[in-house]
DNA sequence: CCAACCCTTTTGAACGTTTCATACCACGAA
DNA sequence: TTCGTGGTATGAAACGTTCAAAAGGGTTGG
């Protein structure tokens, strides 16, 4: 900046007023800084302005796993609406370690960010809360809190649980397996319990529809080992519902194998819609989730945070089921 | 950190010391400086550090689209590779804009970060080179260049077509469709390339065994909409090679609308082995890449460039075919 | 008893900005 | 002539660090 100015024979404070209260500078003078400006090939240092006291333009979100198709979808959320308010995105894998999430909030709140966005692996949110109270604004990503501390943004999983099985009840269903992975989440806790609303609301016992089944491996592609049992049960089930899509498509899969026809003889339904189960045969009824809008809405929300009225919110996004032909009516029997 | 000192009745620089070179501070004052710091919650503030020269911790990856799984794979393998050296990731996605590949760039340099991590859209690398120029170390990610200024990794597209085509051959196929977006980028310039080199290398006549097909859509999920005329062909193909998994599957599930057995009329092949190409019926026969490790390397390759003895390197990675159950020898005619 | 040395700590300048108060200048009004 | 006045430009301090040089205070050896 110094060559800058000394190039355009002005001083210090007049190429920084170009750069940030341009209608105080004359138009002569400013565009012989701009000149000088490309000229050097100057390029202006965010630290010192940050050093000044002007907020960062830094925002961190701090994930479970970018891998993961739904974080994914969410992050580029975030990202576009970060984008309008010209911040970027630092991106955070947890692997639901909670030394490596505490590990990146540290270095988050070092780089002074202008805010964290965080689905949590330490539920007591106590480093949050701390940073939080140190005047870093957090927002919650898919994850509920009773704590009126904190913005947050989440998805209706009971209300999805509900959707999915509603509709099988609906086609006629009475009795239904749920797959879930072998650790719980909040997340599939919720939608399990939506289940068993749905089922009750339309007037039948929940422990005699519902056959809860566990499948060892976390991320569940590993669902069609499980089917044997599923379909060993006394009560077989007429319908299969996934709590994730990967798992339907094991299960469709090793239904297939085993002669069994989807959805003639079992309906299947997944969780999350993600890109190929429009794609699969039969393509997958599943439950649709605005995960874009989520980021963006969340994004919004922090950046919000920093202005001088602002109110702590805690949004909650409603599920969508969409149909597709992987359910039918149970055969008559 | 002013305050830390006072607290623990010391100087701001022996409070540095305490931070940057334990070694030379009695491990006595250190104590009582560590103490006055978590009494005080205090927090290190990156941008002044850099600001007094100390190499950013700070990485920009700019990648098409961070939605896309091939990228996100990648960026992971970025997002491990730098945790290993206490950097963080700066995740950017320019959808294919050159507008917001510059703005991205531009607003990476201001942060002045390390050194980026780029899928370049704007194949000139006009903006590029001038910020290597001006001390930013690049690394081009899936993108090869004859600019020898620049680090590059990237993986042998023309090897996967091959791969693939030589599979395809060795079962016995002497027709085969080769599914393509109907956008040409490098990448699937060079594995339809690799796809005839094995062609020819085979004794076979490239122009008599490849029926070249391009889809509409970019992301070729409406491959299936491109079947009728393949089987239409004059000379019908016995095996169809998607350029990408998720094409794969469309065509494998309109092959079976059709009537269609796969492989046992019709063998498969995909590109890329998408989480879901070993869960799908039959499982996809593909082409892998190792995407995680390419990150990984891109980012150690970066890191390098700081170091003195640094030269400029190009790697490029073999993919590997992964056979599954969607191929297999054409029926006798 | 003094110089030389080691170990530990401090001083003070620098890093690249922003900002506020101040200075300059020309012009019209009193 | 003098005095504001409005539009522009500048000086200097401050932001939170790091680092080289120097200082302080023992201990040791001559």
Known sequence: ????????????????????SPDVVAKETQQRVQAAMDRLGYVPNNAARRLRGLPSSLVGAVTLDMTNPFFTEVCR?????????????????????????????????????????????????RPLL?????GVPIVLVDHRTDQGKLCSVSMNNVMGGRLAADHLLRLGHRRIAVLSASVDVQQTIDRRSGVREACAAAGHDPDKVVLDVRVPAPDMTTAETVL??????????TAILCLTDLAAM???????????????DISVVGYDDLVFAAQMTPSLTTVWQPKRELGHTAAGL?????????????????????VRSSTASPKLS
Request: hydrophobic share 40%.
């Open 77 to 125: 959320g975030i990202e576009d609406r970060l984008l309008q308010d010209d911040c970027m995105l630092m991106m955070c894998s947890t692997d639901m370690q909670p030394g490596r999430e505490q590990h990146y909030l540290r270095e988050l709140e070092k780089h002074g960010v202008r805010g964290v966005l965080i689905t949590p692996v330490d539920l007591s949110l």
């Open 130 to 134: 701390a940073m939080a109270r140190r």
């Open 302 to 322: 922090l950046l919000d945070e920093t202005r001088p009225g602002h109110r702590h919110r805690r949004l909650v996004y409603r599920p969508r089921l969409v």
């Open 250 to 264: 094991a299960v469709v899969g090793g239904l297939r194998e085993r002669g069994v026809d989807v959805p003639g």
């Open 228 to 237: 044997d049992d599923v379909l060993a049960d006394p009560v077989p089930p």
């Open 1 to 20: 900046m110094r060559s800058v100015a000394e190039e355009a024979g002005v001083s210090l404070a007049t190429v920084s007023n170009v750069l940030n």
